[in-house]
């Protein structure tokens, strides 16, 4: 089953900016897609049609085989969650636990349900420490944060993230990171997830898909689709650092790599297999 189809997808702002030019994207439910690009490729804008805040001028979205329009707007947000790139555009509550109940009360949850549920979002996103501080006291990577808590408190099966890891300290990616592909793993939970982090991208995610000026420029697996150099830096990216150390070790130390690591995993495979 497909979580979410884009079929031939085309959208402008009003000022005549043409942000997607037919886009076609097919996400399996369970699957963890990244969307990379370079500023202004339009993955804010392609992530605001999944989940339906905009609507496409032409073209379909799908979510699990109905189209978006089609589907009640109580439904689609408790279906499809989005933790959006700027967390003023999310957070509006006066207290972070407020703010995280915010969807559970509107779903019509129980008064202790929602207890639960903002007190294991905290504890998952570590901010438990920060349930009653008022938002604007927090830090940018702090608000960062909360907004994930809010996302995972609503329990949906499909989750956007507009490049949920940055503003994070290292030890935030990680543990944030980690936290999601296990909900992706446990609860089958898919994902579309924007980011620049291009190292993040052969650790965690299945498939990468890349947008360069509104349309899909790449569409595969990270291994296929880092590959190719050349076609990365025209949609203004690069290979994750180890890929890029192996590159060198092959085109200018005439080493014999036969896959390119792309992982510190695979390449501490590759260094003892040229070390042997
Ligand atoms: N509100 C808006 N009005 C007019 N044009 C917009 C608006 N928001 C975005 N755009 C334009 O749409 C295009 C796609 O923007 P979008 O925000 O989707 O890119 P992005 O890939 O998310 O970039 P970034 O990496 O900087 O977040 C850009 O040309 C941008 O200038
Ligand atoms: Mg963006």
Same mark, same amino acid.
Request: proline share 5%; charged share 25%; hydrophobic share 40%.
């Given at each position: ?10 959208? $402008? ?8 030019? *037919? ?23 392609? /992530? ?11 073209? +379909? ?14 439904? /689609? ?11 003023? @555009? ?8 407020? @703010? ?14 929602? &207890? ?22 927090? %830090? ?14 609503? +329990?949906?099966?499909?989750? /956007? /993230? +507009?490049?949920?890891? $940055?503003?994070? @300290? ?23 997830? $924007? ?11 299945? &498939? ?5 000026? *509104? ?11 880092? %590959?190719? %150099? ?29 896959? #390119?690591? #792309?992982?510190? *995993? ?9 070390? $042997?």
């Amino acid at each position: 089953m497909k979580a979410i189809e884009a079929k031939e997808v085309y959208f $402008s702002y009003p000022d005549g900016t043409a942000a997607l030019k *037919g886009i076609n994207i097919s996400i399996p439910k369970g699957e963890f897609a990244g969307v990379l690009g370079g500023n202004g490729s339009g993955k804010t804008t392609l /992530l605001r049609l999944l989940n339906g805040l905009l609507k496409p001028a032409k073209g +379909d979205i799908l979510i699990e085989g109905k189209n978006i329009k089609s589907i009640d707007r109580d439904a /689609l947000f408790t279906k499809v969650c989005t933790m959006f790139q700027n967390p003023e @555009d999310q957070l509006f509550s006066p207290t972070v636990a407020q @703010d995280i109940a915010f969807g559970p009360v509107n779903m019509g949850l129980s008064r202790e349900e929602v &207890r639960q549920r903002v007190r294991s979002a905290l504890a998952a996103v570590e901010m438990s420490d920060c349930a009653q501080r008022p938002i604007h006291a927090l %830090s940018f990577g702090q608000k960062k944060r909360v907004c994930l808590a809010g996302v995972l408190a609503m +329990d949906p099966e499909i989750i /956007l /993230l +507009d490049e949920p890891t $940055s503003c994070l @300290d290292p030890a935030g990616v990680s543990s944030i990171m980690r936290l999601l592909k296990n909900l992706n793993k446990q609860k089958g939970i898919t994902f579309v997830m $924007s980011t620049h982090s291009v190292d993040l991208v052969p650790v965690f995610i299945d &498939r990468v898909i890349i947008l360069d000026k *509104g349309i899909v420029a790449q569409d595969g697996a990270p291994q296929a689709v880092f %590959s190719d %150099s050349d076609k990365l830096k025209s949609a203004k990216l690069r290979l994750p650092h180890i890929g890029h150390l192996f590159e060198v070790l092959k085109n200018e130390d005439g080493h014999n790599i036969e896959h #390119l690591p #792309l992982t510190v *995993g695979e390449a501490r495979q590759e260094l003892k297999k040229l070390w $042997s």
